[in-house]
């Protein structure tokens, strides 16, 4: 099963770019990358996936190297309420048809004001 | 978006009670659903895959007897946790697998109970 690490925290300025990175360099050509986030005391929420190319959304963006090893998490103007764990989960595994998630520890970002 | 609610938020019990946490898809079906468990400061636990018309799918070291899941509609899957001790004090989250969007989940606001 492919796996994924992350820092265990990072720290940014309000209004300042923060870039979140990952590294999944036993991803197969096929799968795609997918990162959650969890504001204290919430369940998770989707934030961005993608496959080979860099991708955008009201969100966030995703950079994904030319070797798919690893990506890139950026928000391009952290806000107080960005703060969160941040998890870059692996390609759901299957079991029965369905779609397991598994959580690492992800990345814990804190945002000064 | 995709919306997924849980009721109730929060509940305090005594020890030896059931508990029953319901999770519901408010806009789409979901055939799928997980239950997963966090303890502070720890990441979320995958404890079992809640199949709608089917048994409940558990991972390793989770007790199907203690941890009964049901998902009897394409849109609701409940756990209840059978005679509650305090260990088993937990927040409880939920998520649907949204049909076609592979990979992609939508979660609860999760449940958080308290056993006394």
């Known amino acids: 099963d492919a796996k994924t690490t992350q820092p265990n925290s990072m720290e940014s300025n309000e209004e300042e770019p923060v870039h979140l990175p990952c590294n999944h360099s036993?991803?197969?050509?096929?799968?795609?990358i997918h990162w959650y986030r969890q504001l204290p005391s919430q369940g998770p929420e989707y934030v961005i996936h993608g496959l080979t190319s860099n991708v955008n959304n009201r969100m966030a963006s995703l950079a994904i190297a030319e070797d798919r090893k690893s990506s890139t998490l950026i928000l391009h103007r952290a806000t107080l309420r960005d703060a969160a764990v941040y998890y870059c989960?692996?390609?759901?595994?299957?079991?029965?048809?369905?779609?397991?998630?598994?959580f690492g520890k992800g990345t814990k970002l804190t945002v000064n004001p | 978006g995709a919306v997924v609610s849980q009721h109730p938020s929060r509940v305090i019990c005594k020890s030896g009670t059931s508990v029953k946490i319901e999770c519901r898809s408010l806009?789409?079906?979901?055939?799928?659903m997980f239950w997963y468990r966090q303890f502070p400061k720890q990441s979320l636990m995958l404890m079992a895959t809640s199949n709608e018309g089917s048994k409940a799918t558990y991972e390793q070291g989770v007790e199907k007897d203690k941890f009964l899941i049901n998902h009897a509609s394409l849109t609701l899957s409940t756990l209840t946790v059978t005679s509650a001790h305090p260990e088993d004090s937990s927040f409880y989250i939920c998520?649907?697998?949204?049909?076609?969007?592979?990979?992609?989940?939508?979660f609860g606001p999760g449940t958080r109970l308290l056993v006394l």
């Open positions: 998520s649907a697998h949204r049909t076609g969007i592979w990979g992609t989940q939508y």
């Open positions: 036993t991803i197969s050509g096929t799968d795609y």
């Open positions: 806009d789409f079906q979901a055939t799928t």
């Open positions: 989960i692996p390609p759901p595994g299957t079991q029965g048809g369905s779609e397991k998630l598994v």
